[in-house]
């Protein structure tokens, strides 16, 4: 069977309709981890409970040490086992984002250590203390320090999607199987998909470098 580009051309548009949602769930999911992950950050830095910490660090252990996939199915089938039934799309934002964030706590961790120290004295010295110290002096820099890890752990986001339309969940994965399910030509819708896959991590990268200098330009 020869590669009929036409099968490509006429699913385009269902295919972009796929991938606007596939941008929504990884757009809302990272923001949600970054929140998260900071929370888990502050928690593990600033508070000295030992039990807190410790329940942290198996979450992060469990959420590095097992498959994404896993993960998802628990989020979408256990959860309505004990009477909280989110529907597919928010139980995909929600897995991504338990999953996002363990790695992304453990990229703001590696941040924070490469503010120096007298940061913290000298910021204290003025009174600066609390929250100001670290919404102000602390966190800014951690983030512009992490920005090149954040932009690597987006785009593990972006393709992690697709392990959502094991739940049905309507991303660009979903939709062209969907397609060829319909019109038997898998070779050319997955062509497609693979296409704006890559240009959508591709302009992830290419914006991460804009991102990066314009920082580079306003540290100097």
């Not at 309505?80 to 338990?98: D, H, R, Y």
């Not at 102000?136 to 690597?152: D, E, G, K, Y």
């Not at 399910?181 to 470098?209: D, K, Q």
Request: aromatic fraction near 12%; glycine fraction near 8%; hydrophobic fraction near 50%.
């Amino acid at each position: 069977m020869k590669f009929d580009l036409s099968y490509t051309i006429e699913a385009l548009p269902r295919l972009l309709e796929g991938a606007t949602v596939t941008i929504q769930v990884a757009l809302l999911g990272f923001l949600f981890s970054i929140t998260l992950g900071t929370i888990i950050v502050l928690t593990r830095t600033t508070l000295n409970w030992r039990i807190l910490n410790g329940i942290i660090a198996i979450y992060v252990s469990f959420i590095r040490g097992t498959p994404l996939m896993i993960q998802i199915f628990l989020v979408y089938y256990v959860l309505p086992v004990t009477g909280l039934n989110l529907g597919a799309f928010t139980s995909g934002i929600l897995a991504i984002t338990l999953n996002s964030a363990a790695f992304v706590s453990e990229i703001l961790r590696g941040g924070l250590t490469s503010v120096p120290k007298g940061q913290f004295e000298a910021a204290k010295s003025l009174g600066v203390s609390g929250f100001a110290l670290w919404g102000r002096v602390i966190l800014p820099q951690t983030f512009i320090a992490s920005i090149p890890p954040l932009v690597n752990e987006f785009t593990q986001v972006l393709k992690a999607t697709a392990l959502l339309s094991i739940i049905t969940v309507v991303e660009l994965l979903r939709v062209s199987q969907q397609i060829y399910s319909a019109n038997y030509h898998p070779v050319e819708i997955l062509s497609g998909t693979f296409v704006i896959y890559f240009l959508l991590c591709f302009f992830v990268s290419r914006g991460s470098v804009l991102l990066e200098n314009h920082w580079r330009i306003r540290r100097a």
